[in-house]
């Protein structure tokens, strides 16, 4: 009975006759969904990065990774006081390095093309994965900004995530359209930021941030529109359903990712 009240409505969504005051319960269900995900992805990124970090440090001289400089053997440090564990500079200073970044985008590639072939749990079980390595590769972050200054933007790239997100739910105005421009920007944002690893330029750090916190807030609002409609007009039921949920989940914690770590290069205290 429930799945035929929520495609009634679905049906008479998509034919128009639905009012901006009806709240349809299995949209808001799925919605729901998708944000559970989303919030427990973030949590788990968030765990990842605080508890690497903290195995990868210590105040502790005598317990540090070494490093040959000069051709004397010194402990590796970060600044004044604080160096890194063997664990540390396996993940942040030996070539291992290279797979802790790289490790989270193979991983997304696999999930964005390969989702459709999966089985929901084996999409979950990956999805929670890739959050796992996401937070290993931020959990860099803690060494170059204050914790103070990354808690405060971590909530402004909340209320700001969750601002945005409402009003693409919400509003009325089609924004469909916006899915061409917001992707040549990304296209744009990757490019300079490619250019900025070969030639570093503070101006063009900036610029980056600036115009990547730009798309990456339309790509909320655009995504959270998707997202919602994809569900009213794509009858989605069974394993269809929940490959949506967690799809849109990892679409909308990319969002949020991008955002907080471009306006963490625009707000955030660095470390002296």
Request: net charge neutral; no cysteine.
């Amino acid at each position: 009975m429930s799945d035929f009240n929520r495609n009634a409505a679905a049906y008479d969504r998509a034919a128009g006759r639905a009012t901006p005051a009806v709240i349809d319960q299995g949209l808001r269900s799925y919605m729901l969904h998708v944000y559970n995900y989303m919030v427990l992805g973030l949590a788990i990124t968030g765990f990842a990065a605080l508890g690497i970090y903290m195995l990868s440090v210590t105040g502790d001289a005598s317990s540090a990774a070494t490093m040959v400089r000069n051709g004397v053997e010194v402990p590796a440090a970060i600044r004044g006081g604080l160096f890194l564990t063997p664990l540390g500079y396996m993940l942040f200073a030996s070539p291992l390095k290279w797979v802790v970044i790289l490790s989270p985008l193979a991983l997304v590639f696999l999930l964005s093309f390969g989702m459709e072939r999966m089985r929901p749990a084996t999409a979950q079980v990956l999805f929670w994965v890739f959050a796992a390595l996401m937070g290993i590769s931020l959990s860099s972050i803690f060494m170059v900004y204050t914790q103070t200054s990354i808690t405060r933007v971590f909530f402004i790239t909340a209320a700001t995530f969750g601002a945005l997100s409402l009003w693409g739910y919400t509003t009325q105005r089609d924004i469909s359209g916006w899915g061409s421009f917001l992707f040549m920007g990304l296209i744009g944002v990757i490019l300079a930021a490619l250019v900025n690893l070969i030639w570093p330029s503070s101006m063009l750090t900036f610029v980056v941030s600036v115009v990547g916190v730009l798309v990456f807030a339309g790509l909320t609002a655009y995504d959270t529109q998707r997202l919602k409609n994809e569900y009213i007009y794509g009858q989605l039921e069974g394993d269809a359903h929940e490959r949506s949920a967690i799809r849109g989940a990892l679409s909308l914690y990319l969002n949020f990712i991008n955002l907080f770590t471009l306006l963490l290069q625009l707000l955030g205290q660095r470390e002296e």
